[in-house]
Nanobody
Framework: QVQLVESGGGLVQAGGSLRLSCKASGRIFRINAMGWYRQAPGNQRELVANIISGGTTNYTDSVKGRFTISRDDAKNTVYLQMNSLKPEDTAVYYC??????????????WGQGTQVTVSS
């Protein structure tokens, strides 16, 4: 099995910063991509940012220039540095990954979610 464990959420004032971490563990042959999604009450889950093998990154427009995604392959960990936070960034943030457990088995696990609350 493959698991993702997130950490780093919390309460911060508008304009502040937080750093989220997500570590993958278990049967891992290779990690193709890792990313962060978020879901605010009453809204659908949306992609915030992802990073694929080779380092290519993608961001949703609302976080460009404020959030930075990075990964440490040696630690099977992805990070989301969130700066200049706004109240509208308030949501539960979920980690997601595409992981090869073997040459033929692909897993797409979700983390348990971490709450980010930005006060005005």
């Amino acid at each position: 099995q493959v698991q993702l464990v997130e950490s780093g959420g919390g309460l911060v004032q508008a304009g502040g910063s937080l750093r989220l971490s997500c570590k993958a563990s278990g049967r891992i042959f290779r990690i193709n991509a890792m990313g962060w999604y978020r879901q605010a009450p009453g809204n659908q889950r949306e992609l915030v940012a992802n990073i694929i093998s080779g380092g290519t990154t993608n961001y949703t427009d609302s976080v460009k220039g404020r959030f930075t995604i990075s990964r440490d392959d040696a630690k099977n960990t992805v990070y989301l540095q969130m700066n200049s936070l706004k109240p509208e960034d308030t949501a539960v943030y979920y980690c997601n990954a595409e992981i090869l457990s073997s040459l033929t088995v692909i897993k797409r696990p979700w983390g348990q979610g971490t709450q980010v609350t930005v006060s005005s």
